[in-house]
């Protein structure tokens, strides 16, 4: 079969499709770098047929056809939108592949390395190992030039099915979505699934970007970004890219799968919660508005976990980028209710933490998570936003992206997908052969291939599984995980409490 991101040369305009130009927040390098690739595995056989004609049925529905579109670049090198008038047969509304393997997983020499959660944290694989699966054999993503020298659709579906399970690939160009994007997009095809197609909520217009007057410099922001100061200068910049960069674009990297049991981050989110009221009562305030979120402990949880790991000196500053959705900051004016009509794209910021990695490593767990949560609150405004895209504007880098610390920090990056909901999907009406059809089809396993931008120590936080166990994947340093892996184990022994030997000067 030809692969369907097989190298072309640039395509033409092809009569009667409909152009757009880029949003804000896809005209950039940050989204264009990436070609992404979720993979659901469920414990069943599904159909593919049924697959396939529910999600070719949303993008068909209407608002969505923008999924469907393909990417083009004009006479003056600007890439457009270019949406087919009508999907057919020789143009899909989604590319798709089915591969029946005709072996149970076990017997396939991916599939038998799918990662299995265990009752302790630890690291269960790595997803590169199922990039054969993913992606088509022998494809190594290369962002968006693939979809500009073929007229594929930004969506793509790809069926792996075994005797005993199946493999449910999601592939797009990240242009087309970021993560709360994503829930819209699996949730609707769920809806297309079980026939409630009714239910299947109209996406926000998107003839015009809503998010266009963020890179206009007449728009004046209303206040300040609260880590102005703190901003870095082109010296650090400089600096700081000279170690940062390096590790992302020259050093080798590694893939793994850490997978946290409920029976572990259960009691360091309670514990958490509870010293924050424990403190709110001394301090004379109300304990009941105390409020830290699962993810908040375990984005505080691998912070402590990376530094620990790397036993830096407890002067290093240590930042900590939360991407956000910039969707709730501007319902109102800008965007119409979520639950109405949501906005099927991109629109994302950031929260930073700048902490050092002496308080990481000395103070409880609960102060740390705090700050996370402090951080989102803070700067999750539309204030804050607009004040961040002013920098932006004048940063001239070409990313929207402002670097906050210092040149000497070390960096980890946090994405949270849990809202997006994969494990809570439903496929039962896609399941086939004898099953109890009271039970829900869901995934058992969730994990993202991305390519071929991978930074070292990005962490997608996947979410929660039925059994309450919860994933996060990243790419570290080749040799990095090996000393993740022995944070793990003193983290086994003593809770959240840090080893005091890893408390390092270097």
Not at 75 to 81: H, L, Q
Not at 275 to 280: F, P, S, V, W
Not at 338 to 349: D, L, M, Q, R, W
Request: charged fraction near 20%.
């Amino acid at each position: 079969m030809k692969l369907p991101f097989g190298r072309q040369p640039t395509m033409q305009p092809i009569p009667g499709d409909r152009v757009m130009p880029l949003h804000f927040f896809e005209d950039s390098l940050l989204v264009q770098g990436n070609n992404m690739a979720v993979s659901l595995v469920f414990d069943a056989v599904l159909d593919p047929k049924i697959l396939r004609e529910s999600l070719e049925g949303l993008v068909q529905q209407e608002g969505w056809q923008r999924l469907g579109g393909r990417l083009r670049k004009n006479a003056s090198g600007k890439i457009e939108w270019h949406i087919p008038a009508q999907f057919s047969v020789d143009r899909p509304a989604i590319s798709f592949a089915h591969v029946d393997h005709g072996m149970p997983a076990a017997s396939h020499p991916a599939a038998s390395r799918i990662p299995k959660p265990q009752d302790r944290p630890c690291i269960v694989g790595d997803p590169d190992d199922l990039e054969g699966l993913a992606w088509e054999p022998g494809y190594k993503p290369n962002g968006i030039n693939d979809y500009l020298t073929s007229d594929l659709p930004v969506l793509g579906l790809r069926v792996n099915s075994f005797t005993d399970k199946t493999v449910v690939v999601l592939q797009w160009q990240h242009v087309a979505f970021d993560a709360l994007g994503m829930q819209y997009v699996v949730e609707g095809w769920s809806s297309m699934l079980w026939g409630k197609t009714a239910e299947v909520l109209i996406p926000c217009g998107l003839d015009l970007d809503p998010f266009h007057f963020l890179s206009q410099e007449s728009h004046f922001a209303t206040e300040e970004h609260v880590l102005t100061d703190r901003r870095v200068g082109w010296g650090g910049l400089l600096r700081w890219g000279l170690g940062y960069g390096i590790d992302m674009l020259v050093r080798a990297k590694e893939n793994r799968m850490v997978c946290i049991p409920e029976t572990y981050w259960r009691p360091q989110w309670e514990k958490a919660v509870e010293e924050l009221r424990t403190e709110a009562i001394s301090n004379g305030e109300d304990p009941s508005k105390v409020f830290l979120t699962e993810n908040d402990v375990l984005t505080a949880w691998i912070l402590r976990c990376v530094v620990g790991e790397i036993g830096m000196g407890p002067e290093v500053t240590v930042a900590a980028s939360i991407a956000m959705s910039l969707r709730k900051s501007f319902e109102g004016e800008l965007l119409p209710a979520s639950t109405e009509h949501p906005y099927v794209g991109n629109a994302f910021g950031w929260a930073n933490v700048l902490v050092t990695a002496g308080d990481i490593i000395s103070k409880p767990l609960s102060w740390l998570a705090r700050q996370v949560r402090c951080a989102i609150n803070e700067q999750g405004t539309r204030a804050q936003h607009e004040a961040y895209y002013a920098m932006v504007r004048k940063s001239g880098t070409g990313l929207p992206i402002i670097v906050f610390g210092d040149g000497g920090m070390a960096q980890v990056g946090f994405s949270n997908w849990s809202k997006a909901g994969l494990f809570n999907l439903d496929f039962s009406p896609a399941r086939q052969g004898p099953s109890d059809d009271s039970l829900p089809c869901r995934p058992s396993y969730v994990q993202e291939n991305h390519g071929p931008v991978k930074p070292a120590d990005g962490f997608f936080i996947l979410g929660k599984d039925e059994k309450g166990n919860y994933w996060t994947s990243a790419c570290k340093v080749k040799g990095q995980w090996a000393k993740f892996e022995e944070q793990l184990k003193e983290f086994d022994k003593t809770g959240s409490e840090p080893p005091k030997q890893n408390q390092g000067n270097s």
